[in-house]
């Protein structure tokens, strides 16, 4: 895990690779997030109002994607689902 520069919060990087025919390691989905706090979030008009009966650390981070990306072989395989979900 790494910081965002100037906000200090944290960021989540994976990078799904494999190995081709050449037993070399190649890239083929990559993603990086922010996790920020809430109250420095920026677009408070678009945070999700939680039901009554949720606990307030549930709702104190959220998280911004910020590289979202998939090889085009390697699209509709469902990588950047599983990134996405790795993530949260």
């Known amino acids: 895990r ?3 520069v100037g906000t200090n919060d944290p960021l989540f990087t994976l990078i799904a690779e494999i190995e081709n025919q050449h037993q070399q390691k190649e890239i083929v989905a990559f993603i990086t997030a922010q996790l920020a706090k809430t109250r420095n979030c920026g677009d408070k008009d678009m945070l999700y109002t939680p039901p009554s009966n949720f606990y307030d650390s ?4 959220v998280m911004y994607i910020l590289t979202l990306g998939t090889h085009p072989r390697y699209r509709r395989r469902g990588l950047a689902r599983y990134m996405l979900k790795k993530c949260i």
């Open 58 to 61: 549930e709702t104190q981070r």
């Open 2 to 4: 790494e910081r965002m």
